[in-house]
């Protein structure tokens, strides 16, 4: 049987006005539900997990969380000061950093990228009425927006982007040869 969480009447006070704030992120509102569901003595993952219609496994993640994050909110409770302590309950809440490559390529970069695609050509000085893929990475490396990027990275760009639903389509279909 899991063990009950440790929820101070502040701390409780904090996890409801998460659930409650119309800006919170759902994800933070799902697991400050998990925590106070944790305090009874007695509730199982898979009841709560049934209950809030999530995996059991989320349930029994964020329990573990908040169990090893006890001690520091005692703490930091203990100090009086309330931007803190809710500071301190949203970090244990929040997602942990996740392993993988970083992203090539910055949000501002794929904006710029995306912004070029809107330009007419002829402003760059390139002797094509319609963008290609292959046109726009060499204008964007050129304007060293980026070091280097393929014609398929920026079309996958365009395409994610919904620039193609323009009423006029901004790429030429590139010819393979």
Do not use: H
Request: glycine share 4%; hydrophobic share 35%; with cysteine.
């Amino acid at each position: 049987m899991p063990k009950p969480l440790q929820v101070t009447e502040r701390q409780e006070a904090i996890l409801q006005q998460i659930i409650r704030r119309s800006k919170s992120a759902q994800s933070q509102v799902t697991r400050a539900k998990i925590v106070l569901a944790g305090r009874t003595y007695g509730r199982r993952n898979a009841e709560i997990a049934r209950e809030l219609k999530i995996n059991s496994q989320t349930v029994s993640t964020w329990r573990a969380r908040w169990l090893e994050a006890t001690q520091r909110l005692t703490e930091v409770e203990e100090s009086g000061d309330n931007q803190a302590l809710e500071q301190a309950i949203e970090v244990t809440l929040a997602d942990e950093a996740r392993s993988g490559k970083p992203p090539t390529f910055s949000a501002e970069q794929i904006c710029q990228i995306i912004a070029i695609a809107c330009e007419e050509p002829a402003l760059s000085g390139r002797p094509i009425t319609e963008w290609t893929p292959r046109e726009l990475a060499d204008e964007v490396s050129k304007r060293q927006i980026v070091s280097r990027i393929s014609a398929s990275q920026v079309w996958r760009f365009l395409k994610r982007g919904g620039v193609a639903t323009a009423s006029k389509p901004l790429l030429a279909k590139q010819q393979e040869t």
